[in-house]
């Protein structure tokens, strides 16, 4: 199992979530969303095989951080995983792009220097943004689009810039959701949660609660639970190895 999009950093229990992470087994990518926590963050998690931390500037919080881009641009080497970056253009941010925009084309600038990142990122109300943005920095990295929503068009789109697609529990509970997840390729999906900020029946998600999507793609896809396994590890192998 994988979770590729989690705030451990930022759970109410800490004891909890490092357990859940330790007795699954999984593949945690432990996201951040200003750089001055990745280094705390890296510390909570460092002795739990499989579990990767992000460097990540959160748009939600670009306006506020903007000055933490040099502390970025210091850490960047120190790991391949890049997020939670991105755009976000809902109500209350909105009016905060120009700064978002800054941070993630700084961002995005960055890592071309690098031949090696993976980034996770957030795109609400702004996919036509967060794509042109990746378009015009195509040497960044591999983007995963945690938790997209989506035209169809704009899912074709991000396939062609070789866009991975990150997809948890709490995005089943939605039908728009769930008709973009059935415009997914299966060879680009991948499993998160986005706890502890995603719920579902108003119950924190862990890195085990991915079962549930595993069960519903097992349905959706007319596969065994054993073949969406296997072909979801398949996924997260190409993209780690690539």
């Known amino acids: 199992m994988m979770d590729m999009h989690c705030h451990v950093d930022l759970y109410p229990d800490y004891d909890e979530i490092l357990k859940d992470i330790s007795n699954t087994g999984s593949y945690v990518l432990s996201v951040t969303t200003v750089p001055s926590a990745f280094e705390g963050t890296r510390n909570l998690t ?12 959160h748009p939600q919080l670009a306006h506020q951080r903007k000055s933490e881009l040099a502390l970025f641009d210091k850490l960047i080497s120190e790991t391949r995983y890049i997020g939670e970056i991105g755009l976000d253009g809902s ?7 120009d700064d978002q925009l800054l941070v993630f084309k700084h961002i995005l600038n960055m890592c071309e220097s ?15 943004m967060v794509l042109e943005c990746l378009n015009e920095y195509p040497k960044s990295g591999i983007p995963v ?3 997209f929503l989506a035209t169809k068009k704009q899912v074709l789109k991000a396939v062609e810039l070789g866009c991975y697609f990150s997809i948890g529990p709490a995005m089943l509970t939605s039908a728009r959701a769930r008709k973009v997840i059935s415009w997914l390729p299966e060879s680009r999906i991948l499993l998160e ?11 924190i998600l862990f890195p085990s609660s991915v079962k549930s999507v595993i069960e519903y793609l097992s349905n959706d896809w007319e596969k065994s639970l054993e073949d969406v396994q296997t072909i979801l590890a398949g996924n997260l192998r190409a993209l780690v190895s690539s």
């Open 114 to 128: 690098f031949e090696d990142k993976i980034l996770t990122i957030h795109s609400l109300n702004a996919v036509d």
């Open 91 to 97: 109500r209350g941010f909105v009016e905060n792009l």
């Open 193 to 203: 949660t986005d706890g502890p900020f995603a719920k579902v029946d108003g119950n």
């Open 145 to 147: 689009l945690h938790w």
């Open 46 to 57: 460092r002795g739990i095989k499989n579990c990767r931390t992000a460097l990540g500037l």
